[in-house]
C-alpha cells in the first residue's frame, strides 16, 4: 500500500520507465515525466514516445527545456544569416518580447546571433527535429473508490474531447478480486486501466493491464491542428528539461533526516526523523523535525563534497539524464 499519492506516483514512473509499453515489444525510446499540462489539466505522469535519431538530434540543443518563446526561434530559424523579422513567423505578440528571446537563445547556444548594422540576424545551429511521436498520460489513483472515480470521470472525458494526448490511462492498485473494481466504476472507455502491486517494491512485473485504451484521434478532438502540435511539443520541451525526479526541488534533501531508499529497483524519498516515506508536501522548512546538515557535512569534502543533500540531488539528476540518453526503454540500467 503506497505512503502517499505521491509515492505511488514516483512508484508508477519508475515502473514506467523498466515496462513500458506493457505486453508490447519496446521499438521505441520513451521519456517519462511527471505534474505536466496545461492551464486546465494536469496529468500525473506523461509519457514521450519518441525517435530515438531524432532525439539524438534534440540533444545540439542543450539539456534545458526551450519555452514556448525558445522552441519559437528553434524551430523557425533559418539556415543562412537572416533579419529575424524576416526569418521567423508573427508570433502575435510585440517583436520586442522575441529580440529578448533570441538573447537568451543565443546566450544557451540555440540560435546564432550578429548584428549587421542595426539588425539583428539569426541563423540556425542546425533544424529542430520532429522527435516526439506519441504522448501518453496516465492518473494515478492508488485508492480508486467511486467518489475518486466519478471525480476522475470527468477529466479523462476532458482529455478524449480536447485529443490532446494519444492514450489516458488510470493506474491504480491491485486488489486481488476476481474483478477488478475500476473496471466496475463509471470510467470512459476509452481510457486503459493497469493495476499495480509495489508491496515488494517496482519492478517490470508490478503492473498489470486490466483494460486497452482506445487511441485518441487528433481530428476528433477539439484543438486546432497547429495549436495542439505546438501544445504537444510545449509539453515534450518540459518532460525533456524536468523529467519526473525533480521532486527534490519541492523538498528539503538538506535536511539531515532526508534519505533516499530502495524500492525494488526504484529509489524513493524517506525521512529519517519520521520513519516513513514522506510527501513533498509535509518535507519542507515548516517541518517540525526539519534539522539542517550540520556544517561539517558540507566542507572539507566529507563525507560527500557540498553535504548528503548536494549528492541526493547529483543522483537523481544523473539517473533522469541517463533515462533521456536512453535509446529504447528495454535497456537495462542494474540500478
Known sequence: MASSEFIYELQVCRWVELAWPPDEPADSAYIVARQLGTSRRRWDTVILEVDPVA????????????????????????AEWTFYRDALPDPGYPWRYVREAIHRAAARGIVDKRKDGNRIQIKRIGPYPEWMRRLIAIENKPDLDASAARQLAGQLDHDVTTGLADEVWVATQQTDRQVEPALLESLPVEAGILTTDFDDGVDADSANVEWYPTRLSAA?????????????????????????????????????????????????????????????????GSCDDFQPEPPAWRTRGWPIEGGPGKAIKQLLDERARRENRATTVATDYHR
Open 55 to 78: 532525439l539524438a538530434a534534440r540533444h545540439q540543443f542543450g539539456d534545458r527545456e526551450l519555452d514556448s518563446d525558445l522552441l519559437h526561434i528553434a524551430r523557425h530559424a533559418p
Open 220 to 284: 476528433a478532438g477539439d484543438i486546432d491542428g497547429d495549436e495542439r502540435h505546438s501544445r504537444r511539443l510545449e509539453l515534450a520541451e518540459r518532460a525533456y528539461g524536468r523529467g519526473w525526479r525533480s521532486y527534490y526541488e519541492t523538498m528539503r534533501p538538506d535536511c539531515r533526516f532526508f534519505e533516499l531508499r530502495r524500492d525494488g529497483r526504484g529509489l524513493l524519498p524517506w525521512c529519517g526523523a519520521k520513519n516513513c516515506h514522506q510527501s513533498s508536501t509535509v518535507c519542507s
